[in-house]
C-alpha cells in the first residue's frame, strides 16, 4: 500500500497550532507509537510518517478550544488519527528495498618474522609480492622508510587483497609499538600505534643460601632484573668474593601489564642488601629532566668514582698478596692486584672515568689496559682477551674496554686488575675510595617526597613473606 500523497505533502508543510500537545497523555500515545526501533534503512520512511502525524494532530483545535470540548472527545479523535497511521505504517515500510550493507573487504593475512639478513626485498618476496610492490611502497612516503630500520625477531604481517595486491602492512616492533601502513590509491598512509601497559609495584625478598642466582629464582626474580639490583650496590659490594650464605636482600621493582598479561618489568624502585651483617639501602630518584640515578635514602649517590669489580660475576682466583708464589716462574713475587678468573671473552669495564694512558701487548701481561683517572688513581687490567679501547681514548665508568683472556703469562682465562693511589698500590677489595657525591640541594624536596613513600613501602612488606604483588591488573576478559 502507497503512502497517499496528501499525507506527504502534510508532512512536508510546518505545524500550524500556537502551543504543541505536550501534555502526559500525547506523551504516552508517541512513546507507543514508536516504541519498537526501526531498522536504520528505513528510518527516512518512518521520519517521513512521524511527520505526518506530527502534521495531523497540529490541525486538532488548540488547548482554549479543545477545553470547551468534552475530553472525552478530545481523546477519541486524536486515538483515531493514531490508530489510522499505525495501521498504514507496517506497509508503507514493506515497500521499502531490503538493506544494502557495506563490508570492509576480507584480507589474506600473511605474518612473517624478520630473520638475519632479511630485507624488504626478501620480506616482499616470502609474501608472494614482486620488486614493483617494495618500489611503491618505499617511494610512498618518509613513513614507509621506517622499515629499513627492521630487526631480526620482529615481525610483519601482509594483508592481501584477492587480487594478490598489497592492501595493509603492519610492522610490530614490539608488543607496545607498531605502524600500520594503508593503501589508496597507490600510496600507503602511515598510523604509529603506542599501547601504554599498566605499571604495578611488585615486592620481593629472599635469603641467599648457595648463590645470588639461585636465591633469585627461588622467589621468581629474572635474571636481568638481578643483574641490575647487583649494579645499583656494586659500588659498595664486590658480588665475586664479598657473597656471603645468610646474605638477604629486599627489592620493590615494576611490571608491566597489557590486558592482564604481563609484558615485562620495568625499573627498581627500591631495595635493600645485606651483605655479611651490613646493611645498604637504595631507592630510585628522577628529576624534573627525566634523568634517574639512585641514591640512599639520605640523599647520597650510589654511584661512587670507583667500582669495586670491574667484572660481573667472576671467581677471585689469587688475592692481593705481596708475597705470592708464582704460578709459572715458581717464584716469591708479590702479586699487587687480585685475579678474577671468567670464560673467555667475559666484558672488563672501566672501574671509572677517565682516560687511557697505555693500551698494547707484552709477554707477560698480554693484552692490556691503563687508565688515568684525575691526578691520584690509575687502573690496570691485564691478560686481556681482546682489547676494546685505544690509548688516548676517553672513557666512561661501566665502559667495556676488553675482554676477559689468557693472553701473557696465564695458566687460564681471568683477569689480573689493580689499583694505584698516587701510584702506589693498593688492595682494590679494601682500598678506601672517594665519598659520594649528595644529590644536588634544589632537588632534595623533590627527592624526599618522591623517595619516602617508596622506603616506605619497602620497610611495609618486609619481613612479611617472600614475594607479594601490590597492585594486580585485573585480565580483560574481552
Not at 534503512?41 to 483545535?61: D, K, N, Q, R
Not at 622467589?219 to 668474593?241: K, N, Q, S, T
Not at 694505584?420 to 698500590?425: K, M, P
Not at 678506601?432 to 623517595?451: G, M, R, S, V
Amino acid at each position: 500500500m502507497q503512502v497517499p500523497d496528501s499525507v506527504i505533502k502534510a508532512a512536508m508543510k510546518p505545524a500550524t497550532s500556537t502551543k504543541p500537545m505536550t501534555s502526559p497523555r500525547h506523551t504516552s500515545l508517541w512513546g507507543r507509537l514508536f516504541s519498537n526501533s526501526l531498522p536504520r534503512t528505513h528510518l527516512l520512511a518512518a521520519s517521513g510518517v512521524a511527520l505526518a502525524v506530527s502534521a495531523c494532530l497540529a490541525l486538532l483545535p488548540s488547548e482554549p478550544a479543545a477545553a470547551k470540548r468534552q475530553p472525552a472527545e478530545v481523546e477519541k479523535a486524536t486515538a483515531v488519527a493514531i490508530s489510522e497511521f499505525q495501521a498504514q505504517l507496517p506497509e508503507a515500510v514493506e515497500q521499502l528495498p531490503p538493506p544494502q550493507l557495506v563490508t570492509e573487504p576480507q584480507l589474506n593475512w600473511k605474518e612473517i618474522t624478520v630473520k638475519s639478513g632479511d630485507n624488504l626485498s626478501t620480506l616482499f618476496k616470502r609474501a608472494s609480492l614482486g620488486p614493483q610492490d617494495v618500489h611503491q611502497f618505499v617511494s610512498s612516503g618518509d613513513s614507509a622508510k621506517k622499515l629499513k630500520r627492521i630487526m631480526p625477531g620482529e615481525t610483519l604481517a601482509f594483508g592481501l587483497a584477492d587480487s594478490g595486491e598489497l592492501d595493509t602492512l603492519r610492522y610490530q616492533i614490539s608488543q607496545l609499538e607498531s605502524w600500520e601502513f594503508k593503501q589508496q590509491d597507490g600510496q600507503y598512509s602511515a598510523e604509529h600505534i603506542v599501547l601504554k601497559p599498566q605499571v604495578v609495584s611488585t615486592y620481593r625478598e629472599a635469603e641467599i643460601t648457595s648463590s645470588l642466582f639461585v636465591a633469585a629464582d627461588s622467589v621468581g626474580i629474572p635474571h636481568d632484573l638481578i643483574m641490575e639490583l647487583a649494579g645499583i650496590f656494586g659500588w659498595d659490594i664486590d658480588f665475586a668474593l664479598d657473597i656471603r650464605k645468610g646474605d638477604h636482600f629486599m627489592v620493590l621493582y615494576e611490571e608491566k601489564f597489557l590486558d592482564g598479561d604481563k609484558i615485562g618489568n620495568g625499573n627498581i624502585l627500591a631495595a635493600e642488601f645485606t651483605n655479611q651483617g651490613k646493611t645498604f639501602k637504595a631507592v630510585r630518584f628522577e628529576d624534573a629532566s627525566g634523568h634517574a640515578n639512585y641514591y640512599t635514602p639520605e640523599g647520597l649517590s650510589m654511584r661512587k668514582a670507583f667500582l669495586r669489580t670491574p667484572v660481573n660475576f667472576a671467581r677471585v682466583s689469587s688475592g692481593f698478596n705481596m708475597r705470592r708464589l708464582h704460578p709459572i716462574t715458581k717464584k716469591i713475587k708479590p702479586h699487587r692486584g687480585i685475579d678474577y678468573a671468567a670464560p673467555t671473552g667475559t666484558p672488563v669495564y672501566a672501574s671509572g672515568d677517565g682516560k687511557v694512558v697505555k693500551a698494547g701487548y707484552t709477554s707477560a701481561n698480554g693484552n692490556y689496559v691503563v687508565i688515568q683517572h684525575g691526578q691520584s688513581y690509575s687502573t690496570k687490567y691485564l691478560h686481556l682477551h681482546k682489547r676494546k679501547v685505544k690509548r688516548g681514548q676517553s672513557v666512561r665508568q661501566g665502559q667495556t674496554i676488553g675482554t676477559v683472556g689468557a693472553t701473557g703469562l696465564a695458566t687460564g682465562p681471568h683477569l689480573h686488575y689493580e689499583f694505584l693511589v698516587n701510584g702506589v698500590h693498593r688492595n682494590p677489595r679494601t682500598v678506601k675510595l672517594p665519598q659520594a657525591k649528595p644529590i644536588a640541594e634544589k632537588h632534595k624536596a623533590d627527592f624526599l617526597a618522591q623517595t619516602q613513600p617508596l622506603m616506605a613501602s619497602l620497610a611495609k612488606h618486609s619481613g612479611k613473606g617472600q614475594l607479594a604483588q601490590l597492585d594486580k591488573p585485573a585480565k580483560n576478559e574481552g
